[in-house]
């Protein structure tokens, strides 16, 4: 359902891809490990519509995504792409339900609809009683959560997650990781993980591993 090929991505000169190849299936879980600065940030970005590489192609459901205007890019995204940083990037002003329900209004769900999807992400979390506290009265386990409840709410095709444990105790990123096993099993969901912990990068389907800029 997603295929990168032959991505290469410079920045002056410096080669942060050298001709990758990628591919991941529908209801996959796809770990990205490597040292910092091995390219695995750069690549997920691109895959997720979020930087244009200098060459190659990538497609997600058959659509060549690269030749997308910058509008239908973004609409685009909105609707088949989630996304999980390290540091939750939630709308501080905003309590948890808001923050969750964003992605969903900007799609064009009306606002009942949108906080009775969120309410529904936010229980199956295990988060449902936060629902009214904004980000600064969240544990960092619990912001997390909301922000994966923010990445389900449009039903994307695919969820990419940089480092999405890398700010969290080891008992809250266990928790983390068996979550997106259980909504790999229970709403079919695809993720491609970019992570430097092992334990999760183990558990993938496929564990691949990045190296100056290629996969080795």
Not at 34 to 58: F, N, Y
Not at 75 to 102: D, M, S
Not at 137 to 166: C, H, K, T, W
Request: hydrophobic letters at 40%; a neutral charge.
């Amino acid at each position: 359902m997603l295929v990168a090929k032959d991505i290469h991505k410079s920045y002056g000169d410096l080669e942060v891809l050298k001709g990758v190849d990628f591919e991941v299936k529908r209801n996959e879980v796809v770990s990205i490990t490597g040292a910092s600065g091995a390219g695995k940030s750069t690549l997920l970005h691109i895959l997720g519509t979020l930087d244009i590489p200098d060459k190659g192609i990538v497609t997600i459901n058959d659509e060549n995504v690269l030749k997308l205007n910058s509008t239908k890019k973004a609409n685009f995204r909105n609707t088949h792409i989630g996304f999980i940083f390290q540091f939750h990037n939630l709308l501080p002003e905003f309590n948890a339900l808001e923050n969750v329900c964003i992605p969903a209004l900007i799609k064009g769900e009306s606002l009942k609809g949108a906080e009775k999807r969120a309410s529904e992400l936010l229980e199956k979390l295990g988060v449902g009683g936060r629902a009214k506290h904004k980000p600064s009265e969240l544990s960092g386990g619990e912001q997390q959560r909301v922000s994966v409840a923010r990445a389900l709410i449009n039903n994307p095709s695919i969820i990419f997650a940089d480092e999405p444990s890398g700010n969290l105790d080891s008992k809250n990123a266990e928790q983390l990781h068996d979550l997106f096993f259980k909504l790999r099993e229970e709403l079919n969901q695809t993720f491609v993980i970019v992570t430097h912990n092992n334990s999760l990068a183990q558990m993938a389907d496929r564990k691949l591993e990045m190296q100056d800029g290629i996969f080795i």
